[in-house]
């Protein structure tokens, strides 16, 4: 069965850092790059971020670009998105996803809560 679990999510303060981690089973994740989208509340879904399978490419949303860091431990089947500078926008239900090559976004974790405020 194939599963992603997010984790890391939580309080902190603006200016403060994070790392997520999404760990994937029921499959081997080196086939398939992995995504990290977000919603806040009342906005549409956003994409924040994207490593390829093989870890040579990377995307990231303006928004986050600079302060935001993705990579992947293939070994561990597992992602991160490093989280830097954190401001009070980026307060939102952060989810990891897989995407295959042919079929898309085709499985998605049930996310984990980041909330920026003093």
């Known amino acids: 069965q194939v599963q992603l679990v997010e984790s890391g999510g939580g309080l902190v303060q603006p200016g403060g850092s994070l790392r997520l981690s999404c760990t994937a089973s029921g499959f081997t994740q080196d086939y398939y790059a992995i995504d990290w989208f977000r919603q806040a509340p009342g906005k549409e879904r956003e994409g924040v971020s994207c490593i390829s399978s093989s870890t040579s490419d990377t995307y990231y949303a303006d928004s986050v670009k600079g302060r935001f860091t993705i990579s992947r431990d293939n070994a561990k089947n597992t992602a991160y998105l490093q989280m830097n500078s954190l401001k009070s926008e980026d307060t939102a239900l952060y989810y990891c996803?897989?995407?295959?090559?042919?079929?898309?976004?085709?499985?998605w974790g049930k996310g984990t809560l980041v909330t920026v405020s003093s």
């Open positions: 996803v897989r995407e295959d090559q042919y079929y898309g976004m085709d499985y």
